[in-house]
C-alpha cells in the first residue's frame, strides 16, 4: 500500500514541527529543510493505542519510540511500525540476509524481496544489526534497525519493501517469518508467526533508530550507518583462554585428533564427526585439503612455529612431513592438486591461493628449523606463473580450473585469493610482472564491490554473495601497502572492512534456557554470518583480526581494534580443554564446532553434521584451530589478546 509524504499523521500523536540542525520533523515526516525524506507511520489496530516519542542522539541519527498498549483483551495481535523512505531505493540491503535481492549466483537463497507477491519478512535473528535495513535512494542513504531485545517476548520482525517510488522500512511484532522461513541450504519451509495476546493495559515497544546521510558514490553512505551502529552497540567482553592455553590447544588438536596417514598421505584430516557409540571419528570422506576447510599447509607451519618456540620434536616432524608431503601435489603445468585424496578434481582459486602464500612461507619456516626446501618456493612460483598467464584482459583470475589447466568458471570475487600470493612473488623477486598481474586482479575486483557493493563466491560450498571473498581483498590491500606506502590503498581496506562489518554481530541475542546457547554459555556477539546461502554463525573471522588490528594501527579509528576483539573473543569460546562436554559428547582437546544456529536455519537439518534442534553442530572441522594459530603466529603482541 503506498502512501504520499505529505500524509503528516496517521492516527499517531502529532508532534509539533521543530528545527533539528539540518534535519527536522514536521509532525511524523523528516525532511530536510523543506524536501521530505521519509514518514513515520504505524498502521491503526482495533483495541490498541499507540503513542510515539523522538530523541535526537545526533544531526543524522534519532530514535523514535513507538509505544503500544492494549485497551482491551487482545487474543491474537500483529503491530507494526514503519518509515518509508520517500524514495525508490537503486540499492538496498537487509545485512547478512539480502544484497539488492540477492539476484547474484546460482544459490536457492531468497530472491528479491518478496515471495509470491508477498513482502517477506524476516527475523531480527538473521539480522547483524538488531532489525538492521538500509536503502539508497535518489538524494539519501536511510538506515533504521531497533534495539536487540531483552527478552524472548521481545523478539520482532523486519520488511524491506523497495517500490516504484518509496522504500518501506518496517518492523512487526511479535516476532514472524513469512510467507516462508528459509531454514536451510536452498530450502523452504512453512512460514512462521507466534501468537503473542495482550491483556488489557499491557505495552508493547518499538523502539526504530533512523539514521540519514546524503547520498554517496560507491555506496560509501553505508559508513555512517555503520560507524553509529557500532557506538551504540553494547559491548559485552567474553571470557576466553589465554593465547598462550588457545596456541597449546590448537598444536594438541591438530597432532592428536587431525593427524591422518594413510598410504602415501601423512597430513591433517578435514575434521571429526561423531559416532554412534558417542565417540569421534575422522570424516571418511574428502578428507585431505591443502586450505580452506583443511588447512593442512596452515596447520604444519603452525606447528614448525611451535618447534622454534617450544622446542617440539613431534611438531617438527609433523610439520615437515605434512608439508614434504603435500609439496609431491604439484602438476606439470603449474596448478597444484588441492584435494589429496581427489586428485582429479577442480582447482579452486581459494585453495590455490592459499597454497602459493604459504608455500612460500614454509620455505622460509623450514629454514628457520635447519631445512633446505627449495621446491616449496618454487611450487609457489610456479602456482603464480599459471595464474598469471591464464589472467583475462580484465584482470580477472579465475574461480576454478580443471586440473588439465582449463578454466571451469571465472565468476566472483574469490578468484582474488591468487592476489596475496602474487604480491608475495613480486616481493620476493623482485619481477614487475607479478605486481603489475596483481594490480590488475586487485582492480578488477575492488571495483565489482565498488560498484555492487557486495562480493561474492568465496564459500566454496555456495555460489551467492558472501563475507568471505572479501577477506583477499582486505588483505590485498593492506600487502599492496606495505610494498608500495600509498595511502589509497589503506582507504581501500577501510572500503572494505565497512563491507565486513555488515556481516558482523553487534548484539548478544537472548533464547530460552533449555537451549545450547544458554546451557553453554555461547554469545553472538562478534560473530559473523557466514552467506546469504548460508544463515548462521561461524568464527570464520578469525582469519582477518590482525588485518583489523593493523588498520586500526593505519588509520587511528578505534573501532577496527574493537571489532578485531570482539571476533576473537567469539572465535574462542567452546574450545574445548578435553573436558568439555556439549549436548553429551565429551570434545577433543583443541577442538571447536563450525556453525552456530542463531535463528530458524539448520535446526531442521538432522544428520551427521547436526542433531535436530540443537544451535551448535557437532562438526569439529579443521579450520577453526588453523585460523586461531595463525592469528597467533601473526599477532607479536599476545597481551593485546588477553581478556
Known amino acids: 500500500m503506498k502512501r504520499g509524504l505529505l500524509i503528516l499523521a496517521l492516527g499517531s500523536v502529532l508532534l509539533s514541527c521543530r528545527e533539528e540542525g539540518t534535519l527536522r520533523w514536521e509532525g511524523m515526516t523528516l525532511k530536510e529543510g523543506d524536501t521530505p525524506i521519509g514518514l513515520f507511520e504505524v498502521p491503526e489496530v482495533a483495541g490498541i493505542s499507540h503513542r510515539e516519542a523522538i530523541e535526537k542522539l545526533d544531526g543524522s541519527t534519532y530514535k523514535l519510540t513507538c509505544t503500544f498498549e492494549a485497551l482491551e483483551d487482545k487474543d491474537d495481535v500483529r503491530l507494526e511500525a ?161 593465547p598462550e592455553k588457545l596456541w597449546e590447544l590448537g598444536i594438541r588438536y591438530a597432532r592428536e585428533s587431525l593427524w591422518a596417514e594413510e598410504g602415501d598421505y601423512k597430513g591433517f584430516s578435514i575434521g571429526l564427526l561423531p559416532t554412534p557409540e558417542g565417540s569421534w571419528k575422522q570424516r571418511t570422506g574428502g578428507k585431505y585439503e ?60 581459494c585453495n590455490l591461493g592459499t597454497a602459493a602464500v ?59 585469493f591468487l592476489v596475496p600470493a602474487m604480491l608475495e612473488a613480486y616481493r620476493r623477486s623482485g619481477k614487475e610482472d607479478y605486481l603489475q598481474s596483481a594490480q590488475k586482479a586487485y582492480a578488477h575486483y575492488l571495483s565489482e564491490l565498488k560498484e555492487l557493493g557486495f562480493t561474492t563466491a568465496g564459500a566454496l560450498d555456495t555460489w551467492c554473495i558472501d563475507k568471505e571473498s572479501s577477506i583477499a581483498l582486505l588483505r590485498s590491500a593492506l600487502r599492496f601497502h606495505r610494498l608500495t606506502g600509498e595511502k589509497q590503498y589503506v582507504e581501500d581496506a577501510v572500503a572494505v572492512s565497512y563491507y565486513l562489518s555488515t556481516w558482523l554481530w553487534h548484539y548478544d541475542e537472548v533464547y530460552p534456557q533449555e537451549e545450547d546457547f544458554s546451557r553453554y554459555g555461547y554469545h553472538t556477539f562478534g ?95 579443521a579450520w577453526p584451530g588453523a585460523f586461531r594459530l595463525e592469528t597467533l603466529r601473526r599477532i607479536n603482541d599476545w597481551d593485546l589478546l588477553r581478556n
Open 290 to 349: 591443502i586450505g580452506w576447510c583443511g588447512q593442512n599447509a596452515s596447520y604444519a607451519i603452525s606447528l614448525l612455529q611451535d618447534y622454534l618456540k617450544n622446542g617440539s620434536k613431534e611438531s617438527l616432524e609433523k610439520g615437515m612431513t605434512t608439508l614434504d608431503t603435500w609439496s609431491h601435489c604439484g602438476l606439470p603445468n603449474g596448478l597444484f592438486t588441492v584435494h589429496f585424496d581427489n586428485p582429479d578434481g577442480s582447482v579452486d582459486a
Open 82 to 242: 514503519r518509515f518509508v523512505h520517500g524514495s525508490k531505493a537503486d540499492f538496498w540491503m537487509i545485512p547478512s540476509v539480502s544484497y539488492n535481492g540477492n539476484e547474484w549466483g546460482k544459490g536457492g537463497e531468497p530472491k528479491g524481496a518478496k515471495e509470491d507477491g508477498e513482502w517477506r519478512t524476516v527475523s531480527y535473528r538473521r539480522t547483524p544489526i538488531p532489525g538492521a535495513m538500509y536503502s539508497e535512494g535518489t538524494q539519501y542513504a536511510v538506515a533504521t534497525w531497533s534495539d536487540a531485545p531483552a527478552a524472548l517476548q521481545d523478539g520482532f520482525s523486519l520488511s524491506l519493501q523497495p517500490e516504484d517510488v518509496q522504500t518501506g522500512h518496517c518492523y512487526l511484532w511479535p516476532e514472524e517469518e513469512m510467507p516462508l522461513t528459509y531454514s536451510r541450504r536452498d530450502h523452504f519451509q512453512s512460514g512462521y508467526r507466534y501468537a503473542s495476546p495482550l491483556r488489557k493495559g499491557q505495552t508493547v515497544t518499538i523502539p526504530v533508530y533512523i539514521h540519514v546521510t546524503p547520498l554517496k558514490e560507491e555506496h560509501g553512505a553505508l559508513r555512517s550507518f555503520m560507524d553509529k551502529a557500532w557506538e551504540l552497540a553494547p559491548k559485552p567482553e567474553v571470557k576466553v583462554f589465554s
Open 358 to 416: 604459504n608455500f612460500f612461507e614454509a620455505y622460509d619456516m623450514a629454514k628457520a628449523c635447519g631445512f633446505e626446501r627449495p621446491e616449496y618456493e618454487e611450487l609457489a612460483y610456479r602456482i603464480c606463473d599459471f595464474v598469471k598467464a591464464d589472467q583475462q584482459e580484465n584482470g580477472c583470475y579465475a574461480k576454478g580450473w580443471r586440473p588439465d589447466g582449463s578454466c571451469i568458471y571465472r565468476e566472483g570475487t574469490i578468484g582474488c
Open 527 to 621: 560473530g559473523t554470518s557466514v552467506s546469504v546461502q548460508h544463515n548462521h554463525l561461524d568464527p570464520y573471522a578469525l582469519y582477518w583480526v590482525p588485518e583489523w588490528v593493523e588498520l586500526s594501527d593505519l588509520t587511528g579509528d578505534p573501532q577496527w581494534r574493537e571489532k578485531a576483539l570482539a571476533i576473537w573473543r567469539n572465535g574462542n569460546q567452546l574450545v574445548s580443554d578435553g573436558t568439555l562436554e556439549l549436548n553429551g559428547l565429551v570434545r577433543p582437546a583443541g577442538s571447536q564446532n563450525e556453525a552456530y544456529f542463531e535463528c530458524q536455519w539448520g535446526l531442521g537439518a538432522a544428520g551427521a553434521y547436526n542433531k535436530e534442534g540443537q544451535r551448535i553442530n557437532n562438526w569439529l572441522v
